[in-house]
């Protein structure tokens, strides 16, 4: 909202800075944004009179002026304008002067003529629109004045930002109430006496929706002449950043952003049967608005009609076929109060919001529609030189009806407190405007008409907290109170989280969080199934219109991101929830946590101390292994997958019956959209799984053994497709109690052959003795032999 | 043979040999000559039995004591050496030379703010609560005093799953879900990520919220104030000041926006006579919002008419860019790791 403090002090002799009103109007919710001076470029152009005005000798239109600026010499300027007369009283940048559009004003010469300066059309100044010729000044203007002392201009603009429930203060006269109140100042409104002279002129007003139009009411005007606005207004207007146009539209823009009241005229003459009815539209029913656009209504749209079709949508915009034309001698004007919801429902589905939607929407004072009709008839009347008709059309279908609140005076004392006390309490609700019965126990307080926002007590409090100030109230810390019913519940999710990003961070991983949408198409390359995914129903683009169902697609476009940027180990990893849908739950989706690794890359560069190397399996795999122990989870199996959507080789990791997620290399394929050169290397788990099974683990201290390990090294050689895995898990299932540990060593592939040969270190230990070497000798020769025989390998 | 000479002789010469043996091997070689099972005194000493018995005493003293001075001859030599080789290696050291770095790990700054406003909340007694981030209209609005057709539902920008279900456009339902599975008193603090249908410079459509929410037996606007002042002290510092700023929202009232003393420039609105960059010269910056819980929302969820509460949200992408002097809002979600790697770890 836009405050021309000038014109607030019309209705309240408010004396001190834009600032400091600024400033106080923001603590009591009205958050000034922004102070802004509309004319102040108009400090810098200089009044001038033009004491000779001669044909340019060299050009048929232009002109060789002397221009009294107030200095000792003439100014030697050329203009082109065809207006430009001697003894005008006009507007002059001179040199050195930067002009709204940016235009420097510079010394010259226009044919050979010296021009040192430039007398300005209104355009040049910012002040309209109109470049027809240079602005001229009144007779009486001296020369060597600042423009802008000179020009009745609203210097000093408050843009303020309203919060929704404050309606009353989208109007010069609601903020003037507000300032009056604030700094203890009388606040009145400046008479406009309506003398309504004309003939009377009936015009049958029906509502046949009176839940959507509370009260219509409209005058006719006669006689006018559509012409400009004189300047004031226009500038006034052009200070509140509305469009000038003519002196009947606005006088109605005028209005509404004096008395937040929105107003709309009608050509009189277009007006078929010289009628309105107020009604929703038929389905389907066309409708072309003022701005040329033919809009399809549907039964839900509020709209005024005359005698035959829809001239305007209420409260919304007019109608191009009513709408005020230059050659409108009669008006129809409007003054309506429509249901809020209404409107927002009409303005939202058009996506058409205006000056006069956005106030509709928020709350009008039904009591001031009619004065505020009449106090435009006046204004369009003596502006127009027309006469407005002695007929007021009325039609209230539901009159304002003050909520009556039984309000505590102890109330605000309580929820804010403070001991501000009861005459605090009552001064205030005067203030603003309630009439208040102070009786015993409860105080009987009526609404004003202009605050729908103030219905109950809590909004009672609100009203004297926010005079009090809300910062001036002494902070003091909450007593706790702590219940047993909470104690000793499970761990957060979010602590739990907190918990797995520290051992990601600690090992080195870096955190990355990606958006929860992407587009159907990363999806569609991950292969994912279609079905079960959540859209969005108003994405902001294709790249962002579905939520993620695996965490993958976010951490490839952040290793994209990086690959772009040059980066060339990447070890990211990212904690999120992946969405699917689920018609059992309330939301229609089910939310994992999941957390991603992503691997590309070097392991390290080859710098001191390191040799390069690329990320491979074991990698991944040795971090996963890492994770479940720092969780005490036990051992994770690795169970090779086949046909997983984008992971190849793909591993499934298991965890006694449940499976927690699963790993492998993204393939190369799906790689290569995301710039990727080398194996990405990645893996999903469910942190929910995750969460459950830590949640079950007990940590036992385990006692420290008395006797001393010995160690043996086993080379078992296969064929190619001997694993680890199987070597391990045949020695484990010997079920040898000596054997403690099983290391796996090396890899050895002899060039030219098929041979694996993968070494072992056994730990044998006794829990009640020290081994003799011949003893452990014999163990591993029996492990051996077993293995030969249960693998067909050899040692 | 004369042994006495030649035993006599032994120790010059190992001497002799010391003299010139610059490394281990050589004194090694030399030990294995004189000293050794074979060397040269065991050889001397090997002829014992062939001496009269008389003489044999003599010899032998002479030999231990030719052996004791070979000894601290070799020793002193080894002590040198190993003295040597140690000054020549400590000349070697190069302390400059980088170490074993191991990987650089990062929590995104995100994460680290979350976590310190739940830590100082944790201390100050609330529990953290959490739900869905996809969220039904009733949670999200309507149980918060933003019926259809709501104005200040254009406040918040939403992006829709269906007609009534849709991105949570704040951490608030879930003080709704909270309050319907507990009864009061309650003190939580809610972290998540939020929707916004909303990208720009200063927008990104997905952002994190902590919402604060305690309700009980008259808990008022001035514990509100003690609350946050205590909680803005333990990020921005003890001097901190909060200021109250009226304001709306739905589901409080009073509501106030809360701006803190300019953790830059103290409150001045300048430093070193330039306009602070951080508060622009007003000397607060605008920090979260908060209020007193709506009695709406307490019927909402059944709750007693006798309770009263308050909640705060805040953003913590805004605090994070406050407190790292981060510009951009758009790199917290591009995960750059130039970006990601300068803030912890």
């Known amino acids: 909202m836009l405050l021309p403090l000038s014109w607030l002090r019309e209705f309240t002799p408010y004396e001190g800075s834009a600032e400091a009103l600024g400033d106080k109007l923001t603590m009591l919710g009205l958050e000034l944004e922004e102070l802004t001076h509309p004319f102040a470029h108009l400090a810098a152009i200089t009044t001038g009179h033009v004491v000779e005005c001669t044909m340019h000798p060299d050009s048929d239109h232009l002109h060789c002026c002397k221009v009294d600026v107030g200095g000792e010499a003439l100014l030697d300027i050329v203009c082109g304008a065809p207006n430009v007369a001697a003894g005008q009283k006009v507007c002059v940048a001179t040199v050195g002067t930067v002009l709204p559009d940016g235009t420097k004003i510079k010394k010259s010469k226009l044919r050979g003529q010296p021009s040192h300066g430039m007398i300005c059309s209104e355009r040049e100044l910012g002040l309209s629109d109109d470049h027809t010729g240079i602005m001229v000044l009144p007779e009486e203007t001296k020369a060597g004045q600042r423009l802008i002392d000179v020009l009745d201009v609203d210097s000093d603009v408050l843009d303020l930002s309203i919060t929704p429930n404050r309606a009353d203060c989208l109007s010069v006269l609601g903020l003037a109430r507000e300032t009056a109140m ?35 009411a409209g005058r006719v005007i006669t006689g006018l002449t559509v012409a400009p606005s004189p300047a004031k207004i226009r500038y006034r207007l052009k200070a509140c950043n509305v469009r000038p146009i003519s002196n009947i539209v606005d006088v ?134 027309g006469v407005a008709s002695s007929t007021l059309n009325a039609s209230e279908a539901k009159p304002f009806v003050p909520a009556k609140i039984l309000y505590d005076p102890s109330s605000a004392d309580e929820l804010l407190g403070v001991g501000l006390g009861k005459d605090f309490a009552l001064k205030v609700l005067k203030g603003i405007g309630c009439p208040v019965e102070d009786t015993e126990p409860v105080w009987k307080v009526t609404q004003p008409s202009w605050r729908p926002d103030i219905t109950r007590s809590a909004d009672l ?176 199996r690795f169970v090779p997958e086949e046909d997983h959507p984008y992971l190849v080789p793909a591993v499934r990791l298991e965890l006694g019956n449940a499976s927690i997620g699963c790993m492998g290399r993204v393939r190369p394929e799906i ?92 730990t044998f230990r006794h829990a009640k003795k020290t081994l003799k070497d011949s003893e452990v000798d014999k163990e591993r020769t029996n492990v051996a032999n077993k293995l030969q025989s249960v693998l067909g390998v050899r040692i | 043979m004369d042994r006495i000479p030649a035993l006599e002789s032994l120790a010059p010469e190992l001497q002799k040999g010391l003299d010139q043996a610059s490394s281990f091997e050589a004194l090694e070689a030399l030990r294995i000559e004189f000293l050794g099972r074979k060397g040269r005194l065991a050889d001397i000493m090997s002829t014992l039995p062939n001496l009269p018995p008389e003489e044999r005493p003599k010899l032998g003293q002479r030999a231990n004591v030719v052996k004791e001075e070979m000894n601290r001859l070799f020793d002193e030599k080894k002590a040198a050496l190993t003295a040597a080789r140690e000054a020549a290696s400590l000349a070697r050291f190069d302390a400059s030379l980088p170490g074993r770095a191991p990987w650089k790990g990062s929590l995104h700054p995100d994460t680290l703010i979350m976590e310190e406003i739940c830590s100082i909340f944790g201390r100050l007694g609330f529990d953290i609560a959490q739900g869905p981030e996809v969220e039904i209209d009733h949670y999200n609005f309507e149980s918060l005093n933003m019926p259809p057709e709501h104005p200040a539902r254009d406040m918040q920008d939403t992006l829709y799953i269906t007609d009534s279900i849709l991105m949570r456009t704040h951490t608030s339902p879930v003080q709704v879900r909270t309050m319907l599975k507990e009864k009061p008193p309650l003190a939580v603090v809610v972290p998540g990520k939020v929707y916004r249908r909303d990208s720009d410079l200063t927008h990104t459509p997905m952002f994190h919220q902590v919402e ?119 790199m917290f979600f591009e995960n750059d790791l130039r970006f990601l790697t300068q803030f912890s770890y």
């Open chain 1, 461 to 636: 409090v609100e009203e004297i907290g926010r005079v009090h100030g809300l910062d001036n109230i002494a902070p003091v810390l909450p007593p706790m109170e702590f219940s047993l019913d909470r104690s000793g519940r499970p761990e957060s999710e979010f602590s739990f989280w907190l918990r797995v990003r520290h051992w990601g961070a600690g090992l080195g991983l870096n955190e990355c969080i990606n958006y929860s949408f992407v587009g159907q198409k990363d999806l569609d390359a991950l292969n994912l199934p279609a079905e079960n995914r959540i859209a969005i129903m108003n994405p902001l683009s294709s790249d962002q219109n579905v939520l993620r169902t695996t965490i993958a697609p976010g951490l490839l476009q952040s290793l994209r991101n990086n690959l772009a940027q040059g980066a060339q180990s990447i070890r990211l990893f990212e904690l999120a929830h992946v969405f699917s849908k689920d018609e059992s739950s309330e939301t229609g989706a089910v939310e994992t946590g999941m957390l991603g690794i992503l691997l590309h890359g070097l392991r390290n560069e080859d710098i001191w101390p390191f040799t390069a190397a690329d990320f491979e399996y074991s990698d991944l795999r040795g971090l996963v292994e890492h994770l479940a122990s720092f969780l005490h989870l036990g051992t994770v």
């Open chain 1, 671 to 762: 790689a290569d959209i995301y710039l990727a050169q080398k194996p990405v290397w990645l893996c999903e788990i469910d942190l929910e799984e995750v969460k459950r099974l830590a949640e079950s683990v007990r940590v036992h201290f385990t006692p420290l053994p008395s006797f001393p390990p010995v160690r043996r090294d086993i080379t078992v050689i296969g064929d190619a497709s001997l694993t680890v895995g199987a070597v391990i898990d045949a020695i484990r299932a010997q079920k040898n109690p000596l054997i403690e540990d099983i290391a796996f060593v090396s890899l050895y592939e002899p060039e030219g052959k098929t041979d694996k040969h993968l070494s072992f270190r056994l």
């Open chain 1, 182 to 216: 604030a700094f203890h100042l009388p606040f009145a409104v400046p008479e406009l006496p309506l003398s309504a002279k004309g003939e009377g002129c009936e015009v049958p007003i029906t509502i046949d929706d009176g839940d959507g139009c509370f009260l219509y």
């Open chain 1, 252 to 385: 109605t823009n005028y209005i509404l952003m004096e008395c937040g009241q929105p107003l709309h005229a009608f050509d009189y003459d277009a007006l078929q049967g010289g009628e309105i009815h107020v009604r929703r539209a038929h389905e389907n029913e066309p409708f072309v608005t003022l701005d040329g656009q033919e809009r399809i209504l549907t039964s839900r749209d509020l709209c005024i009609c005359d005698a035959r079709r829809p001239v305007a949508l209420a409260g919304v915009m007019g109608g191009l076929e009513s709408e005020i034309t230059a050659t409108t001698k009669r008006v129809f004007l409007e003054s309506a109060v429509f249901h809020p919801g209404s409107i927002r429902k009409t303005s939202r589905r058009l996506g058409l919001s205006s000056e006069s939607s956005f106030r509709f929407e928020r709350g009008i004072d039904q009591q001031r529609t009619i004065w505020a009709l009449d106090r435009a008839c006046s204004m369009i009347a003596s502006l127009g030189g």
């Open chain 2, 212 to 330: 604060g929410l305690m309700v009980g037996h008259g808990i008022t606007m001035a514990h509100l104030r003690g609350l946050l002042t205590a909680f803005v002290r333990g990020v921005f510092g003890p001097r901190t000041e909060v200021r109250f700023r009226q304001s709306f929202f739905p589901f409080t009232e009073p509501s106030a926006e809360v701006d803190i003393s300019c953790f830059l420039c103290g409150g001045a609105g300048h430093t070193d006579g330039e306009t602070c960059r951080v508060c622009k010269g007003t000397g607060w910056v605008e920090i979260l919002g908060c209020g007193m819980v709506d009695p709406a929302v307490f019927e909402a969820v059944q709750y007693p008419a006798d309770v009263s509460g308050f909640a705060f949200g805040l953003g913590v992408e805004r605090i994070a860019m406050l407190k790292y002097g981060i510009g951009d809002l758009r």
